[in-house]
């Protein structure tokens, strides 16, 4: 695959002045929903840093241990005691240093957009002003590291796959890591870029054993962390997920089926705007894959 439009450093630069302009006035907001989680986490890290899980809270009327509160990896909370070395833990300064993975996820997803679009600056706007990504881009949770780390593994794949320039499928390896560490949906970059390859190619290629290095080390960190605190955390959150997942309660099932698609109508809402123009066109399939890859954008939990 090659580049379908040239490299616009005017266009970086709007891409950066507009995400930051959108995300600068809720510098001071306070924090809320789950940031208290990570803001716990992180301040037991700046005590003991290699014990970021060995303490309680009393989050749901009674103290819990927080590996059973908040069933997310600590890379997050790494990030926040890093910035309060510097600045402390305040609202401004975290929601400034928060501005760093927001900027990133958009100048990922421009330079993805460059390789699958002739409209890059469309693309990256349209995933920048999106109801989830505005959202999720104004607390201090795991959400938008996350898919930026995602996005830039996907890039970092995409061109070292096509060049065949292995230290860039060694990159991508270590961001789908990375993202893992960050929120455990990061996991499912492993096979996304495992099917990618295979369709690719159309056939077996050894450079799809890099993707082994991310699965390696989520085993040793899977391990070492059910040595340490008697829990696998990966294991932990999906037996979580499987235990509050949807039941067979119809009133429960109908109310939930009735928020998704809420939520699913706004996140999509500017795929809407375009789908006129895509189907009159006959280029549907391409709006399947929008909605698909717009809906990989995490979402907060303020959604939920």
Not at 16 to 45: E, G, M, N, R, Y
Not at 128 to 154: E, G, K, R
Request: hydrophobic share 50%.
């Amino acid at each position: 695959m090659q580049h379908l439009k040239s490299f616009s450093t005017k266009e970086v630069c709007l891409v950066v002045a507009l995400t930051v302009a959108c995300l600068l006035p809720f510098a001071p907001k306070a924090f809320h929903i789950d940031d208290p989680l990570f803001l716990w986490t992180a301040q037991k890290i700046l005590i003991s840093p290699l014990d970021y899980n060995d303490f309680a809270v009393n989050w749901y009327g009674q103290n819990e241990p927080i590996a059973q509160v908040n069933q997310n990896p600590p890379l997050i909370a790494y990030y926040i005691a890093a910035i309060a070395l510097i600045g402390g833990m305040g609202e401004i300064v975290l929601h400034l240093a928060f501005l760093l993975p927001n900027i990133l996820f958009a100048l990922g997803t421009y330079m993805l957009a460059r390789r699958l679009t002739p409209g890059p600056f469309l693309a990256t706007m349209l995933a920048v002003f999106s109801p989830a990504f505005m959202v999720s881009s104004t607390n201090i949770m795991c959400d938008t590291l996350m898919v930026a780390l995602y996005v830039w593994s996907i890039y970092c794949w995409i061109y070292g796959f096509t060049t065949h320039k292995h230290h860039y499928l060694i990159l991508s390896a270590s961001l789908i890591f990375l993202a893992a560490l960050t929120k455990y949906f990061a996991i499912t970059g492993i096979p996304l870029l495992l099917a990618y390859s295979i369709i690719k190619q159309k056939r077996y290629d050894h450079r799809i054993l890099f993707l082994l290095l991310p699965v390696i080390c989520l085993v040793v960190f899977q391990i070492v962390s059910n040595h340490k605190y008697g829990v696998g955390p990966i294991s932990y959150s999906a037996t979580y997920l499987i235990e509050e997942g949807p039941s067979f309660n119809l009133r429960e099932l109908l109310i939930k089926t009735l928020t998704g698609l809420a939520f699913v109508g706004g996140s999509v809402l500017s795929i809407i705007f375009f789908a006129p123009y895509l189907w009159l066109r006959n280029k549907w399939p391409r709006l399947i894959i929008l909605v698909m890859v717009n809906n990989s954008i995490p979402k907060s939990r303020y959604l939920r």
